[in-house]
């Protein structure tokens, strides 16, 4: 063997040595950032919890204040989601199939909430439903109450949580193109019986994905929700107010007892969105073979 050989093969094998440190170092840090910044808290969390034991662990998560900001928590989601549902899939339709006069500025408008405070959210709802805002007085002749009620907090989260079902559909919808409802059109199919039939099984994972992200999104809003819910206790609490409320109390106990609840919902959520997510990457990558 040359030595022109021998250099090349003792440089290759000295690349490789180096990839592979390079390689396990950032494995290493990667695992210590998730260390450090995720599991680290969540243990912090659930032992102090539990400090107590698990009578006091409970006792914190069925008092009535905390089962009315769970209630309230599930509430504002199950309306706030279902909607953006809707909306996602419709203005996802829209941009994906057709073309119309303002349609940027509609894909702008749905990336508005990303680059809006939430706080600013929450204080737009406030001038323009509270007592003394815009509309303060007509609602108050009517006696319809938006604002530090449940209306307002359903508002605001539906706001903050716009985005995510359509900007999930928008490019999945793209990139699929037109030709199958065009080819179910020239079929005789109607327009819900390409939804059904033609759309939705082709990007329901998608869907899936965006929803899951929706609810995780619904679920753990704070700012938006701070603003419009009023803080009253017993009534227009959520679950992360209900937190902030006892943590300031110094009732730590307990509040860590219902933060450790809300860690449970996004770990639930967590495993819809990896499963979900790993539908989806599948549904692009057979897509991308064909």
């Known amino acids: 063997m040359s030595s022109i050989t021998l250099s090349a093969a003792a440089s290759a094998n000295a690349a490789r ?3 592979a440190l390079g390689r396990r170092l950032l494995i290493g840090a990667a695992w210590l950032v998730f260390a450090v910044f995720l599991l680290l808290p969540l243990y912090v969390v659930l032992s102090e919890a539990l400090k107590l034991g698990f009578g006091t662990f409970f006792d914190a998560l069925l008092e009535p204040d905390a089962l009315s900001a769970l209630t309230l928590t599930l509430l504002a989601v199950g309306v706030s989601v279902p909607l953006n549902l809707v ?3 419709a203005a996802a339709w829209c941009v994906s199939k057709y073309e119309f006069p303002g349609k940027s500025l509609l894909v702008t408008l ?9 706080v600013i959210a929450g204080l737009i709802y406030v001038l323009l439903f509270g007592a003394q805002g815009v509309f303060g007085e007509w609602l108050t002749e009517h006696d319809i109450q938006i ?6 907090i359903v508002l605001a989260t539906i706001f903050v949580t716009v985005p995510f079902v359509a900007r999930e559909l928008i490019p999945l919808m793209q990139e699929q193109g037109t030709q199958e ?3 179910a059109r020239l079929l005789g199919a109607n327009g819900w019986q390409m939804f059904w039939h033609v759309t939705l099984p082709n990007i329901k994972w998608g869907l ?3 929803v899951v992200l929706c609810t995780a999104r619904a679920m753990g809003e704070f700012g938006a929700v701070s603003v419009v819910s009023g803080h009253i206790r017993g009534f227009t609490n959520t679950l992360p107010l209900h937190v902030e409320i006892l943590y300031n109390e110094y009732n730590h106990v307990a509040a860590f007892s219902v933060a450790s609840l809300l860690l449970l919902l996004a770990l639930v959520i967590l495993l819809l969105k990896q499963w979900s997510e790993a539908r989806l990457s599948r549904l692009k990558s057979n897509a991308a073979e064909e």
Do not use: C, W
């Not at 749905?110 to 939430?118: A, G, R, T």
């Open 147 to 152: 604002v530090f009620a449940l209306p307002g």
């Open 181 to 183: 409802e065009e080819a």
């Open 208 to 210: 899936i994905y965006g």
């Open 17 to 19: 040595r180096g990839n």
């Open 110 to 118: 749905i990336d508005l909430p990303f680059s809006v405070s939430p």
């Open 87 to 89: 909306f996602g899939l």
